[in-house]
């Protein structure tokens, strides 16, 4: 039973990131495109915590956290580059 859910949660994932991709390629503005590339981290993030689940190795949901923290920095960072620049 549990290797069904594991399988339908990585299929969901796999789905989750071709509309991502989708998403970033027929993006019209900056700001949809960067939405999109959030999206993609956090989607990694899961993908990351699904594979540490799977291999019974979690040193890397510290991986995953170290990931999730540089991803909100950077669109933290973009964003404010695009209201008011550095």
């Known amino acids: 039973?549990?290797?069904?859910?594991?399988?339908?949660?990585?299929?969901?994932?796999?789905?989750?990131i071709v509309c991502?991709?989708?998403?970033l390629v027929i993006g019209r503005t900056l700001v949809d495109r960067i939405v999109a590339i959030d999206m993609l981290t956090v989607i990694?993030?899961?993908?990351?915590?699904?594979?540490?689940?799977?291999?019974?190795r979690f040193v890397y949901?510290?991986?995953?956290?170290v990931y999730g923290l540089l991803s909100f920095l950077a669109v933290l960072a973009i964003a404010r580059f695009l209201e008011k620049g550095l």
């Open 1 to 16: 039973m549990a290797e069904i859910i594991i399988q339908i949660a990585a299929v969901l994932i796999f789905l989750a």
């Open 20 to 23: 991502g991709v989708i998403r």
């Open 44 to 56: 990694s993030i899961s993908l990351i915590a699904l594979y540490a689940h799977v291999s019974g």
């Open 61 to 65: 949901i510290d991986v995953a956290l």
